[in-house]
Structures are given as C-alpha cells and as structure tokens.
C-alpha cells in the first residue's frame, strides 16, 4: 500500500536497468512518466523519447519536461493510452479464449 501511495505521489518513475517488472507499468497506471531502459523494447509503458541509459540522460528529459508542462501531459496520455489498449487487446484474447474453450467442449 505504501509503495503506491509514494509512487502516485511521484511525477517521474525511474528504472536504469534493463529489467523493470512490474514496475514502468504501476507508474505509468498513476500518471507517472517513466524514464529508463528496457530490455524488450517495451512499447507500451515506456514512451521511445523517454529512453535513457544514465542519469545524464534521465536529467536531461526531466528539464525538458518540466520546462514544456504540455510534452509532460502527452507523454503521460500516450502511456495510459497504451495501457488502454494493452488492457482492451488482453480482455479481446480472454473472450476469445472463452469462446473457444465453450466451443470445444
């Protein structure tokens, strides 16, 4: 509980090595934009401007968001726009899957 009350407090979530989990995607949910690397080219919580390899990089973004408030609200809603979609395209399979299996029986 109390990691998701600290991390909605948050503007930015940052990850700099390659294997976030769960984490790029708890962010993104709570309108946190996520700054890092990924390892599978993870196009759905991690925006491509928003990739970084050190904290040069990650330092660089943050100035430039914090100096343009409407890249900030774009990136967050091409976040949660791809969390929609993600979500939608796993909900699609399940009905589908369901389908299949009533279909099968």
């Known amino acids: 509980e109390q990691y998701y009350r600290n991390l909605s407090k948050s503007k930015y979530a940052i990850c700099l090595t390659r294997r976030h989990g769960q984490f790029f ?3 993104a949910s709570l309108n946190t934009v996520c700054i890092g690397q990924t390892s599978n080219n993870n196009n759905y919580f ?3 401007d ?4 050190s904290i040069t990089c990650v330092q660089k973004k943050i100035e430039i968001l914090e100096q343009n408030p409407d890249y900030y609200s774009s990136i967050v ?3 949660l726009n791809n969390i929609n979609n993600l979500t939608n395209e796993f909900l699609s399979t399940l009905k589908q899957e369901i389908e299949n299996k009533r279909e099968n029986k």
């Open 25 to 27: 995607h708890d962010a």
């Open 77 to 79: 809603n091409w976040q």
């Open 46 to 48: 991690l925006h491509p």
């Open 50 to 53: 928003m990739i970084c390899d």
